[in-house]
């Protein structure tokens, strides 16, 4: 099951104010927390965390985060926060960003 973290807006930027995601979890998965960009930074290096754009695809589509996953809040919401299996690497910490 993989861990959600929130609170990195990508390399080279900074949140001007926290971003406000809201993520539905089941009972399988321990929390959902904040992050430093430092802490993200430190997962991403070690290879236990992947990053996830929450944006919508054209967004994405647009720009996005060198290796980030796009994985839409609006797909999030409808499944309950069941993120599909094929969206995202497994056991992994999912770094959500929206910036």
């Known amino acids: 099951m993989n861990q959600i973290a929130t609170g990195f807006p990508g390399p080279g930027r900074t949140f001007s104010r926290p971003p406000r995601l809201r993520v539905h979890m089941n009972e399988d998965t321990t929390a959902v927390r904040r992050i430093s960009v430092s802490e993200a930074r430190a997962l991403l290096d070690a290879g236990r965390g992947v990053l996830v754009d929450v944006r919508g695809r054209r967004l ?6 060198a290796g980030a996953v796009s994985l839409p809040l609006a797909v999030i919401e409808a499944t309950q926060g069941q993120v ?11 770094i959500l960003y929206c910036a």
Do not use: G, K, N
């Not at 994405?60 to 985060?65: C, G, K, V």
């Not at 299996?85 to 910490?93: K, L, M």
């Open 84 to 94: 599909p299996t094929s969206a995202v690497p497994p056991d992994r910490v999912l």
């Open 60 to 65: 994405y589509e647009q720009s996005h985060a």
